[in-house]
């Protein structure tokens, strides 16, 4: 059995952009929410998966109440079920949550004429987004 590295506590960390290139069931992946309970004081979380296949966190996500995390983007989200599960977790932890923001934009056309044409993924995203917000408490975008 596969033991995820422990992340020791990172208490001044109060942003963080996480990126990742992450191949098919990629257990190394499941070290995301620790990275996020070990940063308590974390206030924005940025999210932006290049590579993503078959990935599932595989696990039931344990109850971590965040005190401080106030802003989360979901970069690329078109409704892959890590991204998903992620959200879900965020959603169910982060007390002081003001705001999810799932940009289904890829990355890689911002800044061209292509940013915002609408695609089949970007509609998945969409739909999968306004699911999600259903489980949002009062005041969360």
Not at 3 to 14: A, D, F, M, Q, S
Not at 66 to 83: D, N, P, R, S, Y
Not at 108 to 124: A, N, Y
Request: hydrophobic share 50%.
């Amino acid at each position: 059995m596969l033991k995820i590295l422990e992340v020791p506590v990172l208490t001044n960390l109060k942003q963080l952009k996480f990126i990742a290139d992450v191949i098919d069931r990629d257990p190394t992946f499941l070290a995301i929410t620790s990275l996020i309970e070990a940063a308590s004081f974390l206030q924005r979380f940025i999210f932006q998966v290049l590579v993503l296949k078959l990935l599932t966190f595989g696990e039931e996500n344990k109850r971590c109440p965040h005190q401080h995390l106030k802003v989360v983007e979901i970069l690329e989200f078109t409704g892959e079920a890590v991204k998903v599960e992620l959200a879900l977790y965020i959603i169910e932890n982060a007390v002081v949550l003001e705001n999810i923001i799932f940009d289904t934009r890829n990355p890689v056309l911002i800044g061209t004429q292509w940013e915002f044409k609408e695609s089949k993924d970007r509609k998945m995203g969409r739909r999968c987004a306004r699911k999600l917000g259903a489980k949002l408490h009062l005041g969360v975008t």
